[in-house]
């Protein structure tokens, strides 16, 4: 055969994969697998074309062995997979069967604000009984994912895939001959509303890995009481943990891929010799996952949707709402789909399988480590002692990095509130895009970091930023209040971007927890230190005590939202942007 | 209309669009415990609040009762956070002993203090007297569910207040030491030992002695 003859058959066995499937546990002609006593729990089913019927309602599943209620697409959790095509028009009308108003905003897709789908600042929600018809034009192509915007529905299951397919067969600057979804996601019986409120009372209610007297002890034999006691001197002072790694955990979590729980192994086929393409999508509300498959070697191939140089690692940390690509090519054998959390509470893993049936060993699950000096933005993260070495891909220098001392660009000033929401100030915040972060350093494993990852395209004509902006992301952990500068989103004045500028968001994370940012309606162009790669995302993981830019060119004229991803922040850490 | 209603009702409360901060209601049982001493006395230490992140009213309940006595300290307060780890507080305070009643104006602040010492310092203001207190207490946690809490509590007057059997200056030093197990994080049994002593005319005059005993009783919160 010649290449591309192969590459048109590969092309179509890929999209056979992705509407028949081939996984013995699922069939998606009829939407998966039913539990038995109400809603699909199996892989969700896939929906191709160009017009859309999506009802949302409430279902009854049973995740952990008690029935719970959940808010569904079309009865299934997670929703139906929709699969459209770049160029061309897609119409989605969405009922809503909910007692009370409901929104999907699709997720890192560009389109015309008032399709975006944020009740309030889009449009206003889709009331009970109602239906919105969205319409707009696919001028991308990649995966996505789609997800209420309504109060808490997400965490209840409101989220599903998207699966934009090229314009042109074989636009994509990779070859493959499946294509499966992997969806991870949290669910809880717990009512999000019930969390929020532990949350509100209780901030550290579902850790359960704290620092004991037994730690203490162990450190004072290691050192001696005198070190022992200074180490811990700056946390106590600040009041905060260093084992601060995630707010809710799998103590109320099951962690599911693809709407299964572990036991349940979502299991997915290939022939050995095959080119698997494998696109995780982190639906979750709360939880950053690691991901690896022990035995294979996964090559990156795109991030939240975008073509990048590819790169080959064994794990990566996929943070809520973003979304990789990956390519392997397993030879016969089965091999574990393996997620952990970022606090190592728990797991999900699934199989991928040349053979019918068999179930993948899991890995163990690793020791959650703890937060350094570095993720309290007390300096660089390599113990090894660079200060200077605090972005290694950017001392080797292929492109210098702006450092905010020679920034040719005025910094517009924007109001700031030191209070309650603000407990931490990062004193030396730093870009630490080559740090994999907490529970990935130094684990032997290759990394994918922020500094791994370059626009497959050039980047070197974009246009230089005219000014920049700078956010504090702030929290108060004890409180459990989260906001930017210091100011809540109910107090706050919305951002203002001027159409046609390019702007520079800086980020400074004064907090201990990781946030994904998320704006709408445009591209976040992420600064890695070579500013004719930059790559191109929708969310960016900012790390604790640590600081990250990105670019923007402000193209799109309307109101947007801009916020941290995590369901239980986004309610205080959260800006409305105008485009005037 | 009762459809409408319900529907408005679980907008409101379950699915309100962005609302960080919704009204919520607590009650924290910190000690209700079995004390092992004459008289048997059965004590409590109760602390409820409503409100949101930055307002709450509290109310505080402090007492203990034995054989037909009963003694008790409760407050009503407006809670403010002034400050990322400390609210200010003002309010009414009525102490009661036997059939005495005294009602005081109450300042105070808490927080957590650096160390993770939770504290309590209230300034207690009457036409007869003012009194202070301090109530520092710490969570030392042996595994994620058995917590060892040391507690001390510290309270003086400026003069006598004969109706609560209080002398001036150094009236009073509670320490206890308490051993918990979360089987939940909202139920939680324990023992643990309290020491009590008065000083001064509060040992002297009202008789007050100096004591240590066993405890065992249950925190809970809801
Ligand atoms: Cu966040």
């Known amino acids: 055969m010649s290449k591309m003859t192969r590459r048109t058959f590969l092309q179509s066995a890929a999209v056979a994969t992705l509407l028949y499937g081939v996984s013995p546990t699922r069939s998606l002609a009829d939407g998966g697998e039913n539990d038995g006593i109400g809603a699909t729990t199996g892989s969700p089913s896939i929906l191709k074309g160009n017009t859309f019927h999506l009802t949302i309602d409430r279902t009854v599943v049973n995740i952990t062995g008690k029935p719970a209620i959940a808010t569904t697409v079309n009865g299934t959790m997670p929703g139906p997979t929709l699969v459209w095509r770049e160029g061309e028009e897609v119409t989605i009308h969405v009922t809503n069967r909910l007692p009370v108003s409901t929104s999907i905003h699709w997720h890192g897709i560009i389109l015309p604000p008032e399709m975006d789908g944020v009740p309030d600042i889009s449009f206003d929600g889709i009331a009970p009984g109602e239906t919105f018809t969205y319409c707009f034009k696919v001028k991308q192509h990649g995966t996505y994912w789609y997800h209420s915007h309504s109060g808490f529905q997400e965490q209840t299951g409101l989220h599903g895939a998207l699966v934009i397919l090229p314009r042109n067969p074989g636009d994509e600057p990779f070859e493959y001959d499946r294509d499966y979804v992997i969806a991870l996601s949290d669910w809880s019986d717990e009512k999000p509303e019930s969390i929020y409120r532990k949350l509100k009372i209780q901030s550290d209610y579902y850790n359960f890995n704290q620092r004991t007297v037994g730690d203490f002890f162990h450190e004072v034999a290691e050192k001696g009481f005198v070190e022992a006691f200074k180490a811990r001197k700056m946390w106590n002072e600040m009041r905060m943990s260093d084992r601060d790694l995630s707010d809710v955990t799998a103590y109320t979590y099951t962690f599911l891929m693809n709407g299964r729980t572990d036991a349940q192994d979502w299991h997915a086929l290939f022939r050995p010799g095959e080119k698997v393409r494998l696109r995780f999508i982190n639906q979750s509300a709360m939880t950053i996952f690691d991901v690896r498959i022990p035995g294979l070697k996964m090559r990156v191939v795109a991030a939240d949707g975008n073509p990048v140089q590819p790169v080959d690692v064994e794990e990566f940390r996929i943070a809520v709402a973003e979304s990789y690509d990956v390519i392997v090519e397993p030879e016969e054998g089965s091999y574990c789909l393996f997620a952990q959390s970022i606090d190592r509470s728990g797991f999900v893993g699934g199989t991928l399988s040349s053979r019918n049936g068999v179930r993948a060993k899991r890995p163990p699950m690793e020791k959650p480590q703890s937060l350094t000096m570095a993720d309290m933005g007390m300096g660089g993260w390599r113990s090894t002692g660079g200060m200077s070495h605090e972005t290694m891909k950017m001392d080797h220098g292929k492109m210098k990095m702006d450092m905010p001392h020679k920034t040719p660009w005025p910094v517009t000033p924007l109001p700031m509130r030191k209070g309650v929401a603000w407990t931490m100030t990062a004193m030396d915040p730093r870009y630490r895009l080559d740090d994999p972060g907490v529970g990935l350093r130094h684990n032997g494993r290759r990394v994918l970091t922020y500094a791994d990852l370059r626009n497959y395209r050039s980047t070197a004509d974009d246009p230089k930023p005219d000014r920049e902006i700078v956010l504090h992301l702030t929290g108060n952990m004890e409180r459990y209040i989260w906001a930017i500068n210091g100011i809540k989103y109910a107090d706050a004045q919305p951002l203002r971007f001027h159409y046609g500028e390019r702007l520079r968001i800086t980020f400074i994370n004064d907090t201990m927890m990781p946030h994904p940012m998320h704006l709408h309606g445009m591209w976040s162009d992420l600064e890695t230190g070579d500013d004719t790669r930059l790559v191109r995302k929708h969310t960016v993981l900012v790390q604790p005590g640590a600081k990250i830019s990105y670019r923007v060119t402000v193209d799109a004229r309307g109101s947007w939202a801009y916020h941290c991803h995590m369901l239980y922040h986004m309610l205080g850490m959260f800006r409305k942007v105008e485009v005037v | ?222």
């Open chain 2, 1 to 222: 209309m009762k459809k409408l209603l319900i529907s408005t009702m679980l907008a409101a409360s379950l699915f309100a669009e962005m609302n960080d901060d919704p009204l919520r209601a607590t009650l924290l049982a910190d000690r209700l415990e079995w004390q092992a001493t004459d008289g048997d006395p059965v004590a409590w230490d109760v602390a409820a609040y409503a409100g949101y992140d930055i307002d709450k009213i509290y109310f505080y309940s402090e007492g203990a009762v034995q054989s037909d006595e009963t003694e008790s300290e409760n407050e009503l307060l407006y809670s403010r956070a002034v400050t990322p780890f400390w609210d200010l507080q003002g309010g009414l305070e009525m102490d009661t002993a036997g059939s005495e009643r005294k009602v005081w104006g109450v300042l105070a602040i808490q927080g957590l203090a650096p160390y993770f010492i939770d504290t309590r310092i209230r300034l207690k203001i009457s036409d007869e007297a003012v009194g202070v207190n301090f109530d520092f207490e710490y969570e030392a946690l042996l595994t994620q569910r058995l917590i060892l809490t040391p507690r001390i509590e510290m309270e003086a007057y400026s003069d006598d207040v004969p109706a609560l059997g209080i002398g001036s200056g150094f009236s009073l030093l509670a320490m206890g030491l308490r051993l918990r197990y979360e089987f939940v994080r909202e139920f939680a049994p324990y023992v643990g030992v309290e020491y009590l002593n008065g000083f001064g005319d509060t040992k002297k005059v009202y008789g007050m002695k100096e004591d240590t005993r066993f405890v065992a009783g249950v925190r809970f919160w809801f």
